[in-house]
């Protein structure tokens, strides 16, 4: 089983049992489903070669392993269904709009068809495309910062120069010391978007920021970035930001699993 596949599986642990903890009960389960999942086939093509058979009628002792790995995994099915959670955990949001200044900002850097001519601005509220946003969220935490990283694309990544040379047009020419840049194939692509966000926190964490000065902007690279990131700070609560394209407000997402104690 691979990394990507472990983590796709914690996922699902999580959302099954409502608990990131493996417990002795969720080792169990998980031992009694896989188990099942052996029989239930086994016992059933043995089973079904019987009846096709002709021999429906004529049974032995040696029958009797095909009627327990039938009966065994139906049993072991149906205790698990019993031991699920009747309340697993639910998904909390909440959302503030004058969040902790953070240390890190993780930005995602999309295509920009006039970035040639943003380099010539001086001011935020001079610039109309999606470098925008970006900028809007280093404007935010810019008392604070120590580290921004750039997540481009393949296409965004030969113009982060540019993007660099507007930022620091505004910041000042120290913030090219505090920027890293991170290059994916596709923003579009949701696995790599996630892996990329695994490394850097890693590397962020590495570096002796703690997580709680982390944030993750995930304005840039349209609804895919969104959903890569958030399904990244769920289970580990992670802090996500977007910056509104409307009012170009800061808005800082909390999202966790909560227990519904009701």
Known sequence: MNKYQNRELHKIF?????????SKKGIAMIVMIVVSFAWLPDGFSALFDKFFGGEFLKWEFKDGTM??????????LYTVMKMIPKKVA?????INEAPKKAKALVLFLSKNDRADDDINLKTINDFKSNYKMPLVAINY?????EKIVLVCSKESFNQKDKFIKCAESIFGNHLSNMM??????SLEMAKDV?????????????SKIDEKEIVFDVTGGQKVVGIAGAIFAIPNDRHLQYVSTTDYKVRYYDLTYEKDTN
Not at 14 to 22: H, Q
Not at 195 to 200: A, G, S, W, Y
């Open 14 to 22: 999580v959302s099954f049992l409502g608990s990131n903890a493996i």
């Open 67 to 76: 009627l327990c790995q039938i009966l065994g995994a139906i049993f072991m």
């Open 90 to 94: 639910d998904v909390d949001i909440s």
């Open 141 to 145: 935490h810019k008392d604070r910062l």
């Open 180 to 185: 890293d840049t991170k290059c994916i194939d």
């Open 194 to 206: 996630y892996d990329c966000l695994e490394q850097i926190y890693k590397d962020l964490k590495d």
